[in-house]
């Protein structure tokens, strides 16, 4: 059988792959697609998978042309955050205008995003799509990687990028070490209509383990992350709707009013996912394959999207004629992203194991936001780590 060989080949077809087949430049690319991208939510109804997305991954999707395609009622700036602590009083706010920015995120639903991103990639002539199909296996050696599908066709490519998600195969094969462990928690996604407005501001309870969150959709309406343990989880998702709209009004103090609910809550258990080096021989991890964060930071795309935006630059300088599956580009790309990735995770489980944890981290963690938030310098040096 034929051969068709490829600068790149792309496994995985969720954001990060899209994003990455939209943004390699100077390269031939297969995307391989396990599904169709999801359909898109009827009128008057919201995607129940939302991303806040930050300012410097939205300036990369407005230079591929995908931000000005979304509709202009589907991007929500967030323009506040205000994180309240789990003692009914401590509060810690982020403000857009006092950090100087017009924005702090963009709320937008991840069916409008795939589906923007999918039309983009597929009318670039430099990508080739295959869908829908999925990676079976591959063989990397100092030539090239040759990969078979499942439908047993074959590709070659110099360069095999793994955004196959938290259950990587191309991970897996590429026999990657990972550290992976699950939260013991159910992240509950579900979206409502609201009695009070948002006024664009993003809000957050830590509950002494369990996280809710609550970020602003267009008009009165806002999308829910609740991080629950897996018990209460399941408890709350077999509830009729009135009582999970009782539930999170009694857990929200009443703050945006009334809650009705729309469409119906999904969850999805919440895992962390380590892999301390994302790269191998002419294999390369982006997204969930490469890490895996609590959604409290509502960071782990944001993280995805910055890989991408690393390895295409990286790709995008080499020398004319260099090999991109060149394991010195694949080693600056490891260590170009290996900062970031490792702040993050630090970061979000920090706070997860402090506002989750009894002894010290109890006693300290209302006080330490209160603090905080009395510290500019602190708020402001939070704000630039959130807005690459
Ligand atoms: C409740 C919750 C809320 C979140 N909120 C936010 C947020 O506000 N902001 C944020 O930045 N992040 C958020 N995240 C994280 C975000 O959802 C993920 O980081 C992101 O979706 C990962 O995208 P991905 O493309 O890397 O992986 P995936 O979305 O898992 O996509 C992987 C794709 O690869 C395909 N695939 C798998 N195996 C194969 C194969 N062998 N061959 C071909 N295709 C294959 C799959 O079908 C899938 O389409 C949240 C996560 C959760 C759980």
Request: charged share 20%; with cysteine.
């Amino acid at each position: 059988m034929k051969i068709m060989d490829y600068d790149v080949v792309v496994a995985g077809a969720g954001l990060a792959g899209l994003a990455c087949a939209c943004s390699l430049t100077r390269t031939s690319v297969a995307l391989v697609a396990r599904e169709l991208p999801p359909a898109l939510p009827a009128d008057g109804i919201f995607d129940s998978r939302v991303y806040a997305i930050s300012p410097g991954n939205v300036a990369h999707l407005e230079r591929l042309g995908v931000w000005q395609r979304l509709p202009e009622a589907a991007r929500t700036p967030v323009y506040g955050m205000r994180v309240h602590g789990d003692d009914g009083r401590s509060v810690l706010d982020f403000d857009a205008y006092e950090a100087g920015v017009s924005a702090l995120a963009w709320i937008v639903e991840d069916s409008r995003l795939q589906a923007v991103l999918f039309e983009l990639a597929s009318a670039r002539p430099e990508v080739s799509m295959h869908m829908p199909v999925e990676l079976d296996r591959f063989d990397a050696d100092a030539k090239g990687v040759n990969i078979a599908l499942g439908d047993g066709r074959r590709l070659g490519a110099r360069l095999l990028v793994g955004a196959d998600g938290a259950g990587s195969r191309v991970r897996d094969q590429a026999g990657m070490s990972v550290t992976a462990s699950d939260y013991g928690q159910i992240g509950v996604v579900a979206n409502f209509r609201i009695a009070r407005p948002h006024r664009g501001v993003a809000c957050q309870w830590f509950q002494g383990g369990p996280v809710l969150a609550l970020l602003p959709l267009p008009g009165d309406a806002v999308s829910m992350v609740w991080s629950l343990p897996d018990v209460e989880a399941r408890a709350l998702l077999a509830q009729p709707g009135e009582r999970v709209e009782e539930a999170v009004f009694n857990a929200t103090f009443g703050a945006l009013g009334r809650l009705e609910l729309i469409g119906t809550p999904r969850g999805f258990p919440l895992r962390r996912l380590q892999v301390p080096h994302p790269v191998s021989m002419r294999v390369a991890l982006v997204g969930d394959a490469a890490h895996v964060v609590h959604p409290l930071a509502g960071q782990g795309m944001n993280l995805g999207l910055q890989d991408v935006r690393s390895l295409a630059d990286i790709l995008s300088r080499r020398e004319p004629g260099r090999d991109p599956g060149d394991g010195a580009l694949l080693r600056r790309y490891a260590r170009t992203r290996a900062e970031d990735t490792l702040a993050m995770d630090a970061m979000v489980d920090g706070l997860f194991r402090m506002f989750g944890g009894s002894g010290i981290a109890r006693v300290l963690r209302n006080p330490v936001l209160a603090i905080a938030n009395r510290m500019p310098i602190f708020k402001s040096l939070m704000v630039r780590q959130a807005m690459s």
